[in-house]
């Protein structure tokens, strides 16, 4: 894949998806910075830690003014708590969309001079909630929907030194997703709604990250990559009354 000894910097990398996209870096032989608010519970192997929160601007651009170099970036940091709309005041939403959009936009400004010197990557860590309705999350979807919009632009502008792409990722089992889904039954009846029989692990992402980070994808640019294992079956299909056999 042609990423020894490259230097890849993946925000929120200590734990879940983030953590399956540091170790298939790793495993590709790039030089792995990770940054996040806490460290991780269990030692990376091969991988530096720092901490930053990515919604302090500030920091950001100490954090990558401090680096000697840039190959990649993987804007991974994001997540929300489940909150209906009317649960909350829209401030409290404005924070989910600063952290799921605004952020990795800070991230990928502070980043720039260095990718542009080395011909750079960046990968936005997008969701299948950004393309339709997100019950419950609608400021995540409405923010990883602006983060595959801002993907594209990115790419247009910062051609042809820099490429920019987004993984629409799917549904991932992770340490927690237990509590999302109910345990394993739930884990098992929600797989069952996945074409491909299972929840994503974390290190399917990390290899399509990989991907679109690497040579192999030299001309691919302002692309949405959907990891998801086939998507949604339209639920009309299980609704209908039809002749499964005809």
């Not at 608010?37 to 100490?62: H, K, M, T, Y």
């Not at 029989?197 to 399509?208: N, V």
Request: hydrophobic share 45%; with cysteine.
């Amino acid at each position: 894949m042609g990423l020894d000894g490259k230097v890849v910097v993946v925000t929120g990398g200590t734990r879940g998806v983030g953590a399956g996209v540091t170790r298939a870096f790793a495993e590709a032989g790039a030089q792995v910075v990770v940054c996040a608010r806490r460290p991780p519970e269990l030692p990376l192997p091969g991988v530096e830690f720092r901490s930053l929160d990515v919604r302090d601007p500030d920091a950001v651009r100490a954090f990558f003014g401090a680096l000697p170099r840039l190959d990649v970036l993987v804007n991974n940091a994001g997540g929300t708590p489940y909150r209906r709309l009317t649960d909350a005041d829209a401030e409290r939403h404005a924070r989910v969309i600063e952290l799921n959009l605004v952020a990795p936009l800070t991230a990928s400004l502070a980043a720039y001079e260095h990718l542009e010197r080395s011909r750079g990557s960046v990968v936005m860590i997008g969701s299948v909630s950004g393309g339709r309705p997100s019950p419950g999350s609608a400021a995540y979807g409405a923010a990883k929907a602006g983060l595959e919009n801002l993907a594209r632009s990115m790419a247009v502008e910062w051609a042809p030194r820099v490429r920019v792409n987004t993984l629409v990722v799917g549904m991932v089992r992770t340490e927690l997703s237990h509590l999302h889904y109910g345990g394993e039954d739930g884990i098992a009846a929600v797989s069952g709604t996945v074409p491909l029989g299972r929840l994503a692990e974390p290190a399917d992402i990390g290899a399509a990250a990989v991907f679109l980070a690497s040579d192999a994808a030299a001309y691919i640019s302002g692309a949405s990559l959907h990891v998801h294992g086939g998507g949604e079956k339209p639920a009309f299909l299980d609704a209908a009354t039809v002749n499964k056999e005809a």
